[in-house]
T-cell receptor, first 114, second 110 residues
Framework: DAGVTQSPTHLIKTRGQQVTLRCSPK?????VSWYQQALGQGPQFIFQ???????QRGNFPDRFSGHQFPNYSSELNVNALLLGDSALYLC?????????????FGPGTRLTVL | AQRVTQPEKLLSVFKGAPVELKCNYS??????LFWYVQYSRQRLQLLLR??SRESIKGFTADLNKGETSFHLKKPFAQEEDSAMYYC????????????FGKGTKLSVKP
């Protein structure tokens, strides 16, 4: 099991563009959470998807949206990119109702907005 | 407001010395506390959580509700402990929405 995988590894965009980041959860997991980690900061919760629905959401504007597919993989979309959106975007997967709800993190996607 | 505070950006100790990484939190309700670690060039991973009361790699952490703290301790630091450590909390049973501190970089010198 490769664990949580994310693509792409790095991405460079310009202000105003739109971006889509992808995440495949760990085998057997059904829940995906997304976090933004700015330089020198801890990860900040964006939202969580379970059963193809947004289950919880952090304090992020509507420019940030997501989707979960029937195979539990997920996408994070960011519209109208701002310079401040430059960050490492982390995906974490877990299993609802499992013995442990431990979140397993992916390696992240480094987004640079110029 | 829900908040996790890690007052030290960097903690440098010598091999064999005791280590204490500080974490204070602010939360109304019953939080669940975690320590996550990120070794160089590796992904963020769970080190321990307060409800399991385990000792992982020699590290322990006790939840002190009176002082709202969850400090991470190890009696004898090893060079391989050098990493970035993040304290985090979530609402118990929420299964999501981890709130992280800014992290403390631990450097263990030989």
């Amino acid at each position: 099991d490769a664990g949580v995988t994310q693509s792409p590894t790095h991405l460079i965009k310009t202000r105003g563009q739109q971006v889509t980041l992808r995440c495949s959860p760990k085998s057997g997991h059904d829940t995906v959470s997304w976090y933004q980690q700015a330089l020198g900061q801890g990860p900040q919760f964006i939202f969580q998807y379970y059963e193809e629905e947004e289950r919880q959401r952090g304090n992020f504007p509507d420019r940030f949206s997501g989707h979960q597919f029937p195979n539990y993989s997920s996408e994070l979309n960011v519209n109208a990119l701002l310079l401040g959106d430059s960050a490492l975007y982390l995906c974490a997967s877990s299993l609802v109702g499992g013995l442990s709800d431990t979140q397993y993190f992916g390696p992240g996607t480094r987004l640079t907005v110029l | 407001a829900q908040r996790v505070t890690q007052p030290e950006k960097l903690l440098s100790v010598f091999k064999g010395a005791p280590v204490e990484l500080k974490c204070n939190y602010s939360y109304s309700g019953s939080p669940e506390l975690f320590w996550y670690v990120q070794y160089s060039r590796q992904r963020l991973q769970l080190l321990l959580r307060h409800i399991s009361r385990e000792s992982i790699k020699g590290f322990t952490a006790d939840l002190n509700k009176g002082e709202t703290s969850f400090h991470l301790k190890k009696p004898f630091a090893q060079e391989e402990d050098s990493a970035m450590y993040y304290c985090a909390l979530s609402s118990r049973g929420s299964q999501g929405n981890l709130i992280f501190g800014k992290g403390t970089k631990l450097s263990v010198k030989p």
